[in-house]
């Protein structure tokens, strides 16, 4: 797929990945839609400028269906079209299972799994009369290794990689694309606050030795839209964390 002149919905695009992402499309030529929960705001707009590309805010709760089905509506009002969603958005809420409560559990569920059902099936429909899209799911490396304090994080992360082989399946046939992303430490202001001390053990961790930056996740992100010939799939950054 060609990028340029394409329109990307990003989930959680005000910070983090994905910005990053949202920017990395934008650099490409592609129209970006911004979104979260509250109003985007004239700043965020504004770092766009220079692309020369259109882009808008779309406010809303990805765990609500309903609210999901009406952000892509008024994306493809603004838009014409989503050709490309990237389902970013999400949280963490971190306890030891015995002091897990079903509510920690199900929050997160909701919002990183659900969400992304919500807003995947919200522009299947499109995407397959139009016999092309992408959709890339954002996971993790705890859905493909787990994490101590992690149990809803990571079953919401390794569900999103068992939905986006089911959905791939469905959709192939009608041109639409489904992958995942498995970052794993990539820097951001949760890392930035992580004392040293800690960072340095987690980096001990990834054979590359360093962590990663949000760019480079943006950049596979790219890639996954615009390679035609590839669904179905996990691509994990992660410095060769998983590495088999």
């Known amino acids: 797929m060609e990028l340029k002149n394409k329109n990307v919905f990003v989930t959680g695009s005000t910070r983090g990945i994905g910005l990053a992402v949202a920017h990395q499309f934008a650099s490409l ?3 970006i839609v911004l979104n979260g929960r509250s109003e985007i705001s004239e700043d965020l707009l504004a770092q766009f400028v220079d692309y020369g590309v259109t882009v808008v805010g779309i406010s809303g709760d990805i765990s ?3 609210d999901a089905k009406r952000m892509v509506a008024e994306a493809i009002e603004k838009l014409g ?5 990237v389902n970013n958005a999400g ?4 306890k030891l299972m015995l002091k897990m409560t079903e509510e920690d ?5 909701k919002i990183n799994l659900t969400g992304a059902f919500n807003m995947t099936q919200a522009v299947l429909k499109p995407m397959s009369k139009a016999r092309q899209g992408a959709i890339i799911n954002m996971s993790s490396v705890v859905g493909l290794m787990g994490n101590v304090g992690q149990a809803n994080y990571s079953a919401s992360k390794a569900g999103l990689i068992g939905f986006t082989k089911s959905v791939a399946r469905e959709v192939a046939a009608r041109g639409v694309r489904v992958n995942a992303i498995a970052p794993g430490f990539i820097e951001s202001d949760m890392t930035d606050a992580i004392p040293e001390k800690m960072k340095d053990a987690m980096i001990a961790q990834v054979p590359m030795k360093r962590i990663g930056q949000a760019k480079e996740v943006a950049e596979v992100a790219a890639f996954l839209a615009g390679q035609e010939y590839l669904t179905g799939q996990t ?4 410095g060769g964390m ?3």
């Open 235 to 238: 691509i994990a950054i992660d």
């Open 81 to 85: 079209s989503v050709d490309v969603l």
């Open 91 to 94: 949280i963490t809420n971190d």
């Open 105 to 109: 559990f199900e929050r997160v569920l």
């Open 29 to 31: 030529g592609a129209n």
């Open 64 to 66: 609500n269906g309903e």
């Open 242 to 244: 998983t590495m088999q």
